[in-house]
């Protein structure tokens, strides 16, 4: 089985390259705040996808219930 990788694979040294690049580009006190925002998002994105996906259970089971009575 192949595996296709974007990047190959990402070894210790690039992983503190690109650390030292992230903090050196937004410095130590940015960080934070950076990836408390990157959660915010992640956790709205997840709570629109479960909305939708609720949503589109209900009307499948609405569907259902509408064949039924028929």
């Given at each position: 089985?192949?595996?296709i990788?974007l990047?190959?694979?990402i070894?210790t040294q ?7 690049v ?7 006190k940015?960080i934070p ?8 998002g992640?956790?709205?994105f997840k709570?629109?996808m479960?909305?939708v996906?609720?949503?589109i259970?209900s009307?499948i089971?609405?569907i259902d219930?509408?064949?039924e009575?028929?």
């Open positions: 089985m192949k595996t990788l990047f190959g694979t070894g690039e992983i503190l390259l690109i650390l030292l992230v903090l050196l580009f937004f410095g130590g940015k705040e950076l990836m408390r925002g990157l959660g915010k992640v956790k709205n709570d629109g479960n909305s996906e609720k949503e259970k009307n089971d609405d219930k509408n064949t009575n028929k």
